[in-house]
DNA sequence: TAGATTGTTAATCGATTAACAATC
DNA sequence: TAGATTGTTAATCGATTAACAATC
């Protein structure tokens, strides 16, 4: 691992959204798009266009453009939207339902594979064909599953204790929605932190600052 | 309107996180902290943060330091926590329900009035004491009671024709959690676009490139 | 007062944009 | 071949960090 390490974290924040447009594009029977039609569509410049794609390899032919579904596979290759990780979920409450639910885990590179809540209750009912378990039931799920990605839909107490816990059992990258920051200085563990008010405070903001 | 209009975005976009860590310290009941220690805290240097504030305001003093509990208020005006700003919801599926019941909207300066749903057997049910409404009522809700804000769990097919009729309506700011991006390009319209999927597939790059 | 820590200016760093030679 | 468009280097721009005088 580690073969692109040089590039920055804007590249990559950048590179859903290529996909997203390709996809779309390739949707639409577009064959190929010059890095000045892309910019358009995008509202990127052309130049950083080129400049991003060029971190990965140059995937484009002078005097042509960029060939679409070439294209598309490639980034998704960089994604790693084939990768197919055994991914958990940690909390079924609204959020943790409709992530499960309602996320295309497959289409992303992930399989969600187990679901947990400390809520009895809810143990044993389906969601997307996956059973609920108790929390309890962690520890010796990941022993026998080895799933790598957790996705953590619960309190920022609750997301606080556990997140080093998981660690413990090869948790990789932690999905956070807790209101709590899982620190970015574990050695060797990704993290995407969802800060779901961060973002309605940040729309807040910009409504009173047209 | 528009009073702090140099401040830039990158700015902007931290300032829910510090509310969020001065609230958590002024609930343990620290009185009062230093640029320093809440750069330790917070991973920011205390350079960023002594900067980021002034792009507001004075709000330390030398040799003592920033109040949070002001500093937390302060904060809290500049994100308009304190707004009450009218908004609707669109889209009462897995996502649109798990938004309506989990997010605290009042604590960001929001106050949800409306959810709308096109889907004819969801009316009447009720999602955090809000009726679910058809969608055919959107257009009189609006002219009634003049929300300023939407949220969109829709599909993107459905945002891209609804946004600009919520424009037409008196919309002035989207929460959009589609997959289409909604233009920043209407003037005078806020956005924030929340990908969930380029989220997780940004996770995806990185477990694969720890 | 002396010590601490801000507000603010200057220096550095990184990211974006522009330009153009290479080449399909 | 001529035209188009990339890959890549250089220039610009903006954001972050460092430094320090002002001041509580």
Chains 1, 2 share one sequence.
């Not at 289409?107 to 969601?127: P, T």
Request: hydrophobic residues 40%; aromatic residues 10%; neutral net charge.
């Amino acid at each position: 691992m580690g073969k692109n390490e040089g590039v920055s974290i804007s590249v990559i924040k950048r590179l859903p959204r290529y996909y997203r447009f390709l996809g779309e594009l390739k949707e639409n029977g577009v064959i190929r798009i010059s890095s000045k039609d892309l910019s358009e569509k995008m509202g990127f410049t052309a130049s950083q266009i080129r400049q991003d794609l060029n971190c990965f390899g140059g995937f484009g032919q002078q005097g042509y453009g960029y060939n679409i579904a070439s294209l598309y596979e490639e980034i998704g290759k960089i994604l790693g939207v084939n990768n197919n990780r055994k991914a958990i979920l940690i909390g079924a409450g609204n959020l943790g339902k409709a992530i499960a639910l309602h996320m295309s885990f497959e289409a992303r590179g992930f399989n969600l594979i187990g679901i947990f809540d400390k809520n009895e209750a809810l143990s044993g009912q389906m969601l997307r064909g996956i059973p609920i378990r108790n929390i309890d039931g962690l520890y010796n799920f990941c022993r026998d599953n080895s799933p790598t990605v957790a996705v953590l839909c619960i309190p920022s107490p609750a997301a606080q204790a556990l997140a080093p816990q998981l660690v413990e059992l090869g948790i990789k990258g932690f999905w956070n929605f807790s209101h709590y920051d899982i620190a970015a200085d574990y050695p060797g563990i990704a993290v995407e932190n969802v800060h779901l008010s961060d973002s309605l405070m940040t729309l807040s903001y910009h409504v009173s600052n047209i």
